[in-house]
């Protein structure tokens, strides 16, 4: 059973450091790892998605790095502001296209 | 013009009620999803129906089903509400479900308590 674990549960940062997510997974026979973005209150945001095949996958300050084989992933996001505040949650798609999500890590960025 | 819709926002209500939500998605998605996320904020997915067919059925109460008149709905029904089924219901859709470049697209969630 694919369980996904997310280190740490929370985090607060200053404004301009670069924030450092980390995702883990129990069984590399995956199809894709997302990363999503959860403001309170909101639904969630797709933010990257890295196939399999891929070692990682970068959107403007987002960079989101995938080892398969040790069942890791990264979302590093550079250059911190206030509005990346956030639960970052990361999901990985296995056989039956099912999403399964870790617990998420919640982000203070402060001004 | 939203993508994935969910009504309503926020349902409070009595234990033992019978209640409904709905979800729609304007994507032309083949794949629909509803996922529940409890107070500690885990998302777990419940069902999952391709083309108004169940595909996925987690192991959740019979007192919930799922319904899809058509492709671009998907309802949730809930039979019998107890004080465990207080959560944030997110519904979500996919074009295939099938590829690895599939992304999922999230409602705004349905906000559910039992009282």
């Known amino acids: 059973k694919q369980e996904v674990t997310q280190i740490p549960a929370a985090l607060s940062v200053p404004e301009g450091e670069n924030l450092v997510l980390n995702c883990s997974f129990t069984d590399s026979a995956i199809y894709n790892l997302q990363w999503f973005r959860q403001d309170p209150g909101k639904g969630l945001t797709s933010l990257l998605l890295i196939q399999s095949s891929q070692r990682e996958q970068t959107s403007g300050r987002l960079n989101a790095s995938l080892d398969k084989s040790s069942g890791r992933s990264t979302l590093y996001i550079a250059a911190s502001q206030p509005g990346d505040s956030a639960t970052y949650l990361c999901?990985?798609?296995?056989?039956?296209?099912?999403?399964?999500f870790g617990g998420g890590t919640r982000v203070l960025v402060k001004p | 013009d939203t993508a994935v819709s969910q009504t309503p926002k926020y349902l409070v209500t009595q234990m033992g009620n019978d209640k409904s939500i709905k979800c729609e998605q304007n994507?032309?998605?083949?794949?629909m999803y509803w996922y529940k996320q409890d107070s500690k904020k885990f998302l777990k997915i419940m069902f999952s129906y391709n083309n108004k067919e169940l595909i996925i059925n987690e192991t959740v109460p019979n007192r919930f089903s799922p319904k899809s008149p058509d492709k671009a709905h998907l309802n949730l029904h809930i039979n019998s509400l107890e004080l465990g089924d207080s959560a944030v219901y997110f519904c979500a859709s996919t074009i295939s479900g099938g590829l690895s470049t599939d992304t999922q697209y999230f409602g705004p969630g349905t906000r559910l308590t039992v009282l």
């Open positions: 994507l032309g998605h083949d794949t």
């Open positions: 999901a990985v798609k296995a056989a039956g296209n099912k999403l399964t």
